[in-house]
């Protein structure tokens, strides 16, 4: 009999999910965000300048560490952006080509965003959904944490971390990720408490499902959309974040580089008639923050439908 | 109201033990002590240093004395690295030059912020909301060290109208510069906020209302709409101070105003432990002092909040 009932649950539920193929949530969704024109034309643009990153050094032809000895100490003279000299973007300071450190600074700037984001996505989404789930106690403690952790100068004690671990890319971007997670705490926290009095969570729990589980099966899951509408978000607020560190000569080494520490090149040079070596790396950073916020607030439009 | 305020401190005051504790521990977790130098002292003479400034002591101890240094006479105790200079003496050297143009930077972020944003919302949908809107949306992609470099190519290599750093006392055409860059990305966030919050409150009942029995545009703008659309600001404020005195580092290093980010950024260099956590742990107490106040404000002029 009950054998019977669930295939019978099962051809209702393969039913409906046939007749509402064409309006699943996802679906809805990424139909909402193609009609969001500002969006989708930063998506693409955001996507050829990845592509770019990585098909970029096929046609360089100079790397991103060589010194063109002609250009050192000259860059204002010979070191400007031409296509015969082999630099496309000129030189900086040193000789070296700032078409392949551009793209180097790139790849780092955006690979410390991504993974930063995520490290703060995971921390962020399970600490605020424990807390929302477990509730009383125990969600009053864990916030508190939270508040307290939040009116820390959190860039003075990031820059601490740095001098006392030393100063590595993979610290830089662990120390921001596990800076970065306190709003999505909250945020996933106060979704939380919307969902945990839903019925399939009470089902899950009179059926004995451990917490554990249900935090991560259930209430996960369901968080996905606004975890990602934020994840969108944190991500050009971690590349400022690393920007600005590299900005004063505490992030990224030499002689990798990133946009931030390629921007404090460009900066300190402007008064020698060498506004390339600002503007190239500038271009690229400014239109990539851009990129990140339009899809923010695109896919907020089209995944969270009380902000509509 | 008063049970809200004990309350409140209540939690100020651990998170500022909880700062001083970690940053303590952070030093102390560092490889290398604060005397170790390419040519190594004599054992006799580093334990004769060490007992000195009492790191021979157990470091629960150090950290007892380090607090009661602080709390009792306001020690930070000496600098590792300058040997003739305290901390102290640093931080009231960088101290008010940093309070000076962050100070004015707050009120540019505020009083440009906020009319910005209550014309935009009033005018929607005309010329002067677009502007702002774009405003706001392009100083989000301008942070401050952005800011400060094309700052100084307009107004320093091109106009010659203004010095290209330096501090000279804090005369204004050296203050101008750190101000717009610091300021600008907050005042459009402050921007942001005033106006989306001013067309929720417009679409009210009770503005309606109010529009509705003839009340004059004046009477109901500054006292229906106003207070109630600046709650969300208020509450971005403390926030936005913490971005402030942060940004502070920068400017401080890219227009050499000689502030207290010169001496952390220069101690981070060094390794100059107990100038970088005097520095952390000021900076630390007055964010947590302004948030204090940034939510007492709040309670003050939110009635719905319960205490």
Known sequence: MI?????????????LSDSSAGRSLWKDARMRFMQNKAATISLFILMSIVLFSFIGPYFAVWSYEQIDWNAMGSAARVGMPSIESGHFFGTDDLGRDLYSRVIQGTQISLMVGVLGASVAVIVGTLYGATSGYLGGKTDQIMMRIVDILMSIPYMFVLILLLVVFGRSIGMLFIGIGLLSWLDMSRIVRGQTLNL???????????TGVSDFKIITKHIVPNLLGIVAVYATLLVPGIILAESFI????????????????????????????????????????VVSLFCFYFIGDGLRDALDPKER | MINYIIKRIGVAIPTLLILIAVTFYLMHAAPGGPFTSERPLPPQVLANIEAKYGLDQPIWRQMINYLWGILTEFDFG????????????????????????????????????IPLGAIAAI???????????????????????????????????????????????????????PVIALSTSYMASIARITRSS??????????????????????????????????????????????????????????????????????????????????????????????????????????????
């Not at chain 1, 008064?271 to 190239?280: A, I």
């Not at chain 2, 009231?92 to 440009?112: D, E, M, N, Q, R």
């Not at chain 2, 106040?293 to 939110?302: K, P, T, V």
């Open chain 2, 123 to 177: 005018r929607k949908n005309t010329w002067i909301d677009y502007l702002a809107v774009g405003v706001s949306i392009g100083a989000q992609v301008l942070p401050n060290f952005v800011m400060a470099p094309l700052l100084i190519i307009v107004f320093t290599l091109w106009l010659d109208w203004l010095p290209g750093g330096g501090w000279n006392g804090g005369e204004w055409q050296y203050l101008v510069m």
């Open chain 1, 196 to 206: 945990k009095n839903k019925e399939f969570i009470e089902a899950a729990r009179v």
């Open chain 2, 198 to 307: 001013m067309l929720e409150v417009l679409n009210t009942n009770y503005i309606r209302t109010a529009k509705s029995k003839g009340l004059p545009t004046k009477v109901i703008f500054f006292r229906h709409v106003l207070k109630p659309s600046l709650l969300p600001v208020i509450s971005y404020l403390g926030p936005a101070f913490v971005g402030l005195i942060t940004g502070s580092v920068l400017i401080d290093i890219y227009f050499s105003t000689g502030g207290m980010g010169y001496f952390f950024v220069n101690a981070a260099f060094n390794r100059d432990y107990s100038v970088m956590m005097g520095i952390t742990i000021v900076v630390g107490a007055l964010t947590i002092l302004f948030s204090l106040i940034a939510d007492l404000l709040y309670a003050w002029i939110d009635p719905k909040i319960r205490y």
């Open chain 1, 246 to 285: 590299s900005f004063l000569g505490l992030g990224v080494q030499e002689p990798s580089t990133s946009w931030g520490a390629l921007i404090k090149e460009g900066a300190g040079t402007i008064s020698y008639d060498t506004e390339w070596q600002l503007l190239f790396p500038l271009a690229f950073f």
């Open chain 1, 3 to 15: 054998a019977l009932n669930k295939n019978k649950i099962k051809v209702m539920a393969e039913n």
């Open chain 2, 78 to 113: 000496p600098s590792y690295k300058y040997h003739d200079r305290t901390v102290n003496e640093i931080i009231s050297h960088g101290f008010p030059i940093t309070l000076k143009y962050g100070f004015w930077s707050f009120i540019v972020a505020i009083g440009v912020g």
